[in-house]
């Protein structure tokens, strides 16, 4: 349900996820065609979907079994993010971002974008192992922003394809973000055994460059499913998976707007809480958004409580707001015209951030 204006797209409707009472819905991707072209096996770009609207959540409940990601709680990496002030509407082209974690899924990005959005976005990716064409070679680089690529699926994946993409990946990164939404047939598709045996290649392309690496980025899923439950997922693909390295665990929430109480973002707190007690990793939250959202007012109500936890939480090292622009997730795009922070898009550049080495992590 993320149609960006220049691309066809796959709509993928998700249903509500039941666990206690009810459950928010969670939304799945599809995937979009970068503009970039992109000559590898990684796959097209892909965003992430709006699930229906949610009414009540207990969040995906807390099933504890510890279980996947046995090994060690990997360093954050990341680092934790800023206290930021005040961002501001207008980029000035040359500030540096003052945290670490906050960073955007969006593969569109021109050099105004990047101006407005870098005094507090210190990195992005965008589905693919390269770049955005408008931001080429180098240009977020000057701005202090960081890009990471992504493995986005299965396809073609084999040791000479692993090879060709970790040559096209740039200079400068850092982490590999794993396959996109594995468990959902319009995304990467790819059951959690043959993930596990995939996987081996993603590995290669990280450890040839050195690289950190994300696990695949899960979701919850309503037809047309790998697996339903990104948690069973999850647990599936490392049982099938001992021994292969995993940094990191990747992870897409889409939830109802209104929250419980006061907080506008519980339930998307509750699935990350889920998330803690399920495994032992840090976790990168690659997309998000208030999936029912009637107003940008409403939207930025959640996006503000969401980063407050967000940046406050030690197990998330780095979370991506859904999206720069996209048609299919209402009131959730941060640009307006070019270069153009919405509503929106100045509460996530203005959100304090904690400043890059000022640790949450206890």
């Known amino acids: 349900m993320h149609n960006f204006p220049q691309l066809s797209v796959r709509w993928v409707f998700i249903a509500a996820i039941a666990s206690f009472a009810s459950v928010p819905a969670c939304s799945g991707s599809d995937d979009e065609t970068q503009a970039s072209s992109v000559s590898s096996g990684a796959g097209a770009g892909s965003s992430s979907g709006a699930g229906a609207g949610s009414s009540s959540g207990a969040g995906a409940g807390n099933s504890s079994s510890s279980g996947a990601g046995a090994g060690s709680s990997s360093g954050t990496g990341a680092g934790s993010s800023s206290s ?209 959202a009637g107003s940008l007012g409403e939207q930025k109500e959640f996006l503000v409580d969401a980063l407050e936890y967000l940046e406050n939480e030690p197990r998330i090292a780095r979370y991506a707001w859904f999206s720069g622009r996209a048609d299919n997730v209402r009131n959730a795009s941060l640009l307006g015209d070019d270069g153009e922070l919405n509503e929106l898009g100045q509460a996530y550049v203005s959100a304090p951030q904690h400043p890059c080495g000022d640790s949450t992590e206890r």
């Open 84 to 292: 930021s002030g005040e961002g501001s509407s207008s980029g000035s082209g040359g500030s540096q971002p003052t945290g670490c974690k906050r960073g955007l899924a969006y593969g569109y990005h021109s050099k105004a974008d990047m101006d407005v959005l870098s005094p507090a976005v210190s990195w992005w990716y965008n589905w693919t192992h390269v770049p955005d064409e408008g931001v080429r070679p180098d240009y977020y680089k000057t701005l202090g922003v960081e890009y990471v690529p992504m493995v986005w699926g299965g396809g073609n994946l084999d040791s000479a394809a692993a090879g060709r993409i970790a040559s096209e990946i740039p200079e400068g990164a850092k982490f590999l973000l794993g396959f996109n939404e594995p468990n959902f047939g319009a995304q990467a598709d790819l059951s959690a055994a043959e993930a596990a045996a995939l996987w081996p290649h993603v590995e290669a392309v990280a450890d040839a460059r050195g690289l950190e690496l994300v696990s695949p980025a899960v979701n919850f899923c309503g037809g047309d499913c790998q697996e339903t439950d990104p948690f069973k997922y999850l647990d599936d693909f490392f049982a099938a998976c001992s021994g292969c390295r995993v940094d990191y665990i990747g992870i897409h929430i889409y939830t109802g707007c209104k929250g419980e109480g006061d907080n506008q973002a519980q339930w998307l707190i509750n699935h990350i809480e889920t998330y803690k007690s399920r495994f032992d990793k840090p976790l990168w939250l690659t997309e998000f958004a208030c999936d029912s």
